[in-house]
């Protein structure tokens, strides 16, 4: 046997192990969701709970987690964050990859970096800092990650007070911005003030509430309240079809949970919805609640699945106690499309908390966003662009203003500079030309005496 031959084939077959073994670690993470939500699933109804112990289970669940919540009174918390979503080879010419490099479709991006959270409960104001410091390219037949440019991973300030919403982004020039012409042609970085209800929403998806952490489509409490009040209702109507009804959509169970390095018991609420539009007999969504008695009721999971049974989206929680309040030490989302397949994800990893310490108010205004004097504030509420200066809002130039034009050479204008400093030329020469003759003069009646 050829020993060269023999030593090629193992080098090739070691490559091959070690492609096999280079799978991302959020596939990995994606598969011990399903692990975990498969398991929970599993688990034997609650038979013996009455609807009156399901309202009842639902309010004590409601009363712990918002105790828990309320000891917040300031939190600052920096957490470790990647972001991965499938991409085709269009959105990537998108981005500035017009060769974008072979292999089947989709590629997976991913955008790591930093998020830093700020919580002020009396000011019900928030702020997420969010540095990307890395951008990566996946896919299968890559043996190696394929790093792109870091401009092209969005970092981001975001300001959510009370009643505004701001974000800068520091890599963003103005660019032309067609809806404001006193805009157009300028460059430097821009902060953008929008409609608070948009911060949710955004094309891009950097706008993190931190408060988010505790809630699901709201905050956990409310979601059991509201489940509550709907079977309350129901109780209330001695209605026998609406209580047959309630309980058809509302099943709980109790469940061995793998939470972390530990096993919880979880109490899951299942809960049958159906999509906005449709008839009594339309579609349903399944959502699958899994709210741990040993985290004072936090979420630990959520998965939603479509009418076919199959999930749309998977959210985990893990949790550290600090200072006696649960804080999320691990969250993770995933939404996943019809075949089953990851379209976007997001984790984030808990690097540092502190609670209940002092912060200042500027973190949360427009002031704290790092303008520097002369760069713009582009204000979608009010629809007018302002000059940030020493500290303040000021020049605002409506949307619709035209364009600014440059200062027009006024023929008029020059024409009478012009006429002043030919007079003022031709009087110098005049006073020059009669202090000159007199000199003249008096030289020449000495040479006569």
């Given at each position: 046997?050829?020993?060269?031959?023999?030593?090629?084939?193992?080098?090739?077959?070691?490559?091959d192990?070690?492609?096999?073994?280079?799978?991302?670690?959020?596939?990995?993470?994606?598969?011990?969701?399903?692990?975990?939500?498969?398991?929970s699933?599993?688990?034997?109804?609650?038979?013996?709970?009455?609807?009156?112990?399901?309202?009842?289970?639902?309010?004590?669940?409601?009363?712990?987690?918002?105790?828990?919540?309320?000891?917040?009174?300031?939190?600052?918390?920096?957490?470790?964050?990647?972001?991965?979503?499938?991409?085709?080879?269009?959105?990537?010419?998108?981005?500035?990859?017009?060769?974008?490099?072979?292999?089947?479709?989709?590629?997976?991006?991913?955008?790591?970096?930093?998020?830093?959270?700020?919580?002020?409960?009396?000011?019900?104001?928030?702020r997420?800092?969010?540095?990307?410091?890395?951008?990566?390219?996946?896919?299968?037949?890559?043996r190696?990650?394929?790093?792109?440019?870091?401009?092209?991973?969005?970092?981001?300030?975001?300001?959510?007070?009370?009643?505004?919403?701001?974000?800068?982004?520091?890599?963003?020039?103005?660019?032309?911005?067609?809806?404001?012409?006193?805009?157009?042609?300028?460059?430097?970085?821009?902060?953008?003030?929008?409609?608070?209800?948009?911060?949710?929403?955004?094309?891009?998806?950097?706008?993190?509430?931190?408060?988010?952490?505790?809630?699901?489509?709201?905050?956990?409490?409310?979601?059991?309240?509201?489940a509550?009040?709907?079977?309350?209702?129901?109780?209330?109507?001695?209605?026998?079809?609406?209580?047959?009804e309630?309980?058809?959509?509302?099943?709980?169970?109790?469940?061995?949970?793998?939470?972390?390095?530990?096993?919880?018991?979880?109490?899951?609420?299942?809960?049958r919805?159906?999509?906005?539009?449709?008839?009594?007999?339309g579609?349903?969504?399944?959502?699958?609640?899994r709210a741990?008695?040993?985290?004072?009721?936090?979420?630990?999971?959520?998965?939603?699945?479509?009418?076919?049974?199959?999930?749309?989206?998977?959210?985990?929680?893990?949790?550290?106690?600090?200072?006696?309040?649960?804080?999320?030490?691990?969250?993770?989302?995933?939404?996943?499309?019809?075949?089953?397949?990851?379209?976007?994800g997001?984790?984030?990893?808990?690097?540092?908390?502190?609670?209940?310490?002092?912060?200042?108010?500027?973190?949360?205004?427009?002031?704290?966003?790092?303008?520097?004097?002369?760069?713009?504030?582009?204000?979608?509420?009010?629809?007018?662009?302002?000059?940030?200066?020493?500290?303040?809002?000021t020049?605002?130039?409506?949307?619709?203003?035209?364009?600014?034009?440059?200062?027009?050479?006024?023929?008029?204008?020059?024409?009478?500079?012009?006429?002043?400093?030919?007079?003022?030329?031709?009087?110098?020469v005049?006073?020059l030309?009669?202090l000159?003759?007199?000199?003249?003069t008096?030289?020449?009646?000495?040479?006569?005496?």
């Amino acid at each position: 046997m050829n020993p060269k031959a023999t030593q090629h084939s193992l080098i090739k077959a070691m490559l091959d192990v070690i492609v096999v073994l280079q799978v991302n670690t959020f596939v990995v993470f994606l598969a011990l969701c399903f692990a975990v939500a498969r398991a929970s699933w599993g688990a034997e109804e609650l038979s013996d709970l009455t609807l009156e112990g399901k309202v009842e289970l639902l309010g004590r669940m409601a009363d712990l987690a918002e105790q828990n919540y309320r000891k917040i009174n300031t939190w600052e918390l920096i957490y470790d964050i990647v972001d991965e979503a499938g991409w085709s080879g269009e959105q990537l010419k998108g981005i500035g990859l017009d060769t974008p490099p072979p292999g089947a479709e989709p590629w997976r991006r991913r955008d790591s970096g930093t998020v830093r959270l700020l919580y002020d409960c009396e000011r019900n104001a928030v702020r997420a800092e969010v540095t990307r410091n890395k951008a990566t390219l996946f896919q299968d037949a890559l043996r190696t990650p394929l790093d792109i440019p870091l401009s092209l991973a969005v970092s981001q300030t975001t300001l959510i007070g009370k009643d505004d919403f701001y974000y800068l982004e520091p890599t963003l020039d103005y660019a032309d911005f067609p809806e404001v012409p006193a805009m157009q042609g300028r460059a430097g970085r821009v902060a953008f003030r929008e409609p608070k209800e948009t911060s949710r929403r955004l094309r891009n998806a950097n706008a993190i509430d931190p408060r988010d952490l505790f809630a699901y489509t709201r905050p956990f409490w409310e979601e059991f309240r509201m489940a509550a009040r709907m079977l309350n209702q129901a109780l209330e109507s001695n209605d026998a079809a609406m209580v047959g009804e309630m309980g058809r959509l509302f099943r709980f169970y109790e469940v061995n949970y793998p939470h972390g390095n530990e096993t919880v018991k979880v109490i899951l609420v299942e809960l049958r919805v159906r999509r906005p539009g449709t008839s009594a007999e339309g579609p349903v969504r399944t959502i699958r609640i899994r709210a741990s008695p040993s985290h004072d009721y936090n979420f630990v999971g959520v998965n939603v699945s479509d009418e076919s049974g199959k999930d749309v989206e998977i959210v985990n929680w893990q949790y550290m106690n600090h200072q006696g309040v649960w804080i999320p030490s691990h969250w993770s989302r995933v939404l996943l499309n019809s075949e089953g397949t990851p379209t976007h994800g997001r984790v984030l990893k808990l690097k540092e908390c502190r609670l209940n310490a002092p912060i200042d108010r500027l973190k949360f205004t427009v002031q704290g966003l790092g303008l520097k004097d002369g760069e713009r504030v582009l204000d979608r509420v009010d629809r007018v662009c302002y000059i940030y200066n020493e500290g303040e809002l000021t020049s605002p130039v409506s949307f619709d203003s035209p364009v600014p034009s440059k200062p027009e050479s006024s023929s008029g204008g020059i024409d009478r500079r012009l006429i002043w400093l030919n007079l003022g030329g031709l009087a110098l020469v005049l006073v020059l030309t009669v202090l000159r003759r007199r000199r003249n003069t008096a030289v020449n009646d000495g040479v006569s005496q």
